[in-house]
Structures are given as structure tokens and as C-alpha cells.
């Protein structure tokens, strides 16, 4: 079985910092990506940053410069370093994982429980 495990986030004023992280437990035959996603209330998911476990990255347009985006691929587990925030960056963020567990026969895509960020003025 496939689990995320999200913590790190919080209440924080804004130009504030927090770090997230997200534990990958199981086992893999390949881990392809990990990142994060949010979500806003009333808002769509959207992508914030994701990683390949080659390390090339990917990051909204919003938060360019602010957040960075880390893993450890011997631990399974990736980081999210986010500086500078603000209060527009309040939402629920998710752990992603796309990966092919050594319990199933293709790749699939992994959700964490969400963890709140609030950022407040």
C-alpha cells in the first residue's frame, strides 16, 4: 500500500516561512515525480512545484522565486520551502506522487491528505 504523508504547514504572518514535507511509504519498482499541488477554497487544484527524480522542476508562475522544491530519493520524501508568503498562498496543499509501486502493474498517481497553509496580513 501506497501512503503520503504531509507536515509542515500552519498559520504564519505573511512574508513568512514554512516548510512542507511528504513521506512516500511502500515500495517502488520507479518513482517518476513528486511535487505539490493546492487548492484554494472554492478555487481548482493547481500545480505549485513537482520534481523528477532526476531533478529537473517545474513551479507555478506564482511562486517563482519564492518556493523551492526538494527531494531526498533515498527517503522517498519531498520538501517545499516556501518563503516570502502571502496571503494569496493560503490553501490546502497536497503531496503528488507518480509512481509505479512493486503492487501494481502500471504507473499511477498518488494524493496525500492535504495539509492547511494560511497566511495571514
Known amino acids: 500500500q501506497v501512503q503520503l504523508v504531509e507536515s509542515g504547514g500552519g498559520l504564519v504572518l505573511a512574508g513568512g516561512s514554512l516548510r512542507l514535507s511528504c513521506a512516500a511509504s511502500?515500495?517502488?519498482?520507479?518513482?517518476?515525480?513528486m511535487g505539490w499541488y493546492r487548492q484554494a477554497p472554492g478555487a481548482q487544484r493547481e500545480l505549485v512545484a513537482t520534481?523528477?527524480?532526476?531533478?529537473?522542476?517545474s513551479y507555478a508562475d506564482s511562486v517563482k522565486g519564492r518556493f523551492t522544491i526538494s527531494r531526498d530519493n533515498a527517503k522517498n520524501t519531498v520538501y517545499l520551502q516556501m518563503n516570502s508568503l502571502r496571503p494569496e498562498d493560503t490553501a490546502v496543499y497536497f503531496c503528488?506522487?507518480?509512481?509505479?509501486?512493486?503492487?501494481?502493474?502500471?504507473?499511477?498517481?498518488?494524493w496525500g491528505q492535504g495539509t492547511q497553509v494560511t497566511v495571514s496580513s
Open positions: 503528488n506522487l507518480d509512481a509505479r509501486a512493486t503492487s501494481a502493474y502500471y504507473n499511477q498517481n498518488y
Open positions: 511502500g515500495t517502488f519498482f520507479r518513482i517518476n515525480t
Open positions: 520534481m523528477t527524480t532526476g531533478g529537473s522542476t
